[in-house]
């Protein structure tokens, strides 16, 4: 069941490779001792026992199993007995099962809210400097402008960060989280309309929500596009 992992692409086949091929390994390893090696030293060593009575420790483990699995029988006979109930029981726990597989938020990696957010602009690459740094500046205004944000760092131009001059990098820092109005998500997702929607007031045309690379929801970065006249695909950073 651990091949399939071993031909997985993307992060998840990435994450598990190493995963994959030890256990796999560790499996064919203990199968070949299993049919082998094992029952040689069983034919080698094991001797017919006799009837000399147990150690005191062994005695009690020995209780201690026999109670357990007389526990487990008259269990199951109570169980047995009560054929209608524990198919409801069943159904219940099936229907409550699918409820919280929907409600329950789902991802590859846990969410973790460190109150920052890292946010990645890019322009066309005909853009001058000015324009770029006027563009990452009506961007830092708007995420400023959220009652939940409470500092922004903006950083433009070639430099460590940003490998081309075209391309800028926001440090969001959020308010403490008991003087926030809502969950960092949905902080993210608000911050994303709010560029959005001054992007398309200012001539901006932000990446495509209808386009599959496209991922509104996101919860580690904000990438938005701010080239003036070229309609470009916003992809997700971070």
């Known amino acids: 069941m651990f091949i399939p992992l071993l031909f997985m692409t993307g992060l998840v086949g990435r994450m598990f490779r190493e995963f994959a091929l030890t256990l796999t390994i560790a499996v064919v390893a203990s199968a070949v001792v299993s049919l082998t090696l094992t029952p040689m030293m069983c034919g080698r060593l094991l001797r017919r026992g006799d009837d000399r009575p147990a150690g005191e420790l062994a005695q009690r483990f020995n209780t201690y199993v026999e109670r357990t699995v007389e526990l487990y029988h008259r269990s199951l006979l109570w ?9 409801l029981v069943t159904l219940a726990t ?5 409820f919280l597989y929907i409600i329950i938020p789902k991802g590859f990696l846990p969410l973790q809210d460190t109150g920052m957010i890292t946010a990645v602009t890019e322009a066309s690459t005909d853009i001058s400097f000015v324009e770029m740094q006027r563009q990452q500046g009506a961007v830092e205004a708007v995420i400023r402008a959220d009652a939940d944000v409470g500092n922004v760092v903006s950083v433009i131009g070639v430099s460590p960060l940003n490998a081309t001059p075209n391309a800028g990098r926001l ?3 959020l308010k403490p989280r008991e003087n926030r109005s809502t969950r960092v998500e949905t902080i993210i997702n608000r911050l ?3 560029v959005c929607r001054h992007c398309r007031h200012d001539g901006v045309f932000p990446g495509d929500a209808r386009h599959p690379d496209f991922h509104p929801r996101q919860p580690r970065a904000v990438s938005v596009h701010a080239g003036r006249h070229r309609r470009r695909r916003s992809h997700r950073l971070g």
């Open 192 to 194: 994303k309309d709010s």
């Open 171 to 173: 440090a969001i820092t």
């Open 94 to 98: 099936l229907a409550a099962t699918i």
């Open 79 to 87: 169980v047995l007995r009560r054929q209608r109930e524990t198919l």
